[in-house]
């Protein structure tokens, strides 16, 4: 197994690494870390606005990134470490890539299990929740894992608009209350859970920084085609007013029509 660091938190950057470990052939299990500076994460096919207050997040410096995995929606920041596993398509295990996390979260001191769609608790609290992209050569298994993040920021970010509502197919992201592993744990630090994962992981080799991420794959997560424009149609509503949107640019009513939707 070999292992990649990324010295970057850079959230572009280090989605166009983890694509580029995706498309490649990886003959053998590929573990990537990586911290990223505060950014909301959502997943593949999900609708932005009705995930985030995008205007508060852009307003104070939150950066917006779809991945290319479905999942739902995570805030990641400096207190939040992201995981990625890469392995041969014929030998994935989800399940058992999960437990490698979960295991090391144990070995901590924090009394963690799997539940739901492969999240990780500690009692009632969510620690950590995973997400799934296979293509024909390669699987990848990765997911974020609280270990000492701005909760309040979190909350704040991913704050429900009360005064409107979408109609739309898209399905919203199940929301669980979430604890820190610190709030467990008293003082354990990003690099120790990165070693516990190791650990359980049994690497034989020395972490090393992962290659350079593609130009072209960093501008395409940093664009509004990418971020917003992959969005499913829907209708949005608030009072009287009703805006349909294709595409992230609003088909009706006339008068707005061919701008892009900001709320």
Known sequence: MKIFIS????????????????????????????????????????????????????????????????????????????????????????????????DAICSLGVEAYISGQRSIYAGDYKLSGSAFAVNSRTAMA????????????????????????????????????????????????ISDVCSAIMLQSEIDDYPQPPPPPSPEAMAQFQSFQWTYGRTPDFTFRQGTREIQVHQGIIKAPESLQGQRFSI
């Not at 509502?165 to 709030?183: G, H, L, Q, W, Y």
């Open 7 to 102: 010295e970057s938190s850079n959230p572009y950057a280090n989605a166009a690494i983890e694509e580029g470990f995706y498309k490649s052939d990886c003959g053998e299990t590929i573990l990537f870390f990586y911290v990223n500076s505060p950014t909301v994460v959502f997943g593949r096919s999900q609708n932005p606005w009705m995930e985030a207050d995008i205007s508060w997040c852009e307003a104070n410096g939150i950066s917006i990134l779809r991945r290319f995995s479905g999942g739902g929606t995570v805030v990641h920041d400096e207190g939040n470490l992201n995981y990625s596993f890469f392995v041969p398509r014929e030998g994935y295990d989800p399940d058992k890539l999960v437990s490698i996390v979960k």
């Open 142 to 189: 990765h997911g974020c894992i609280l270990v000492n993040s701005d909760l309040h920021r979190l909350s704040r970010a991913l704050r429900m608009r009360e005064d409107c509502e979408f109609i739309t197919s898209t399905v919203p992201s199940v929301r669980a209350p979430v604890k820190n592993i610190t709030d467990f744990v008293p003082g354990v630090l």
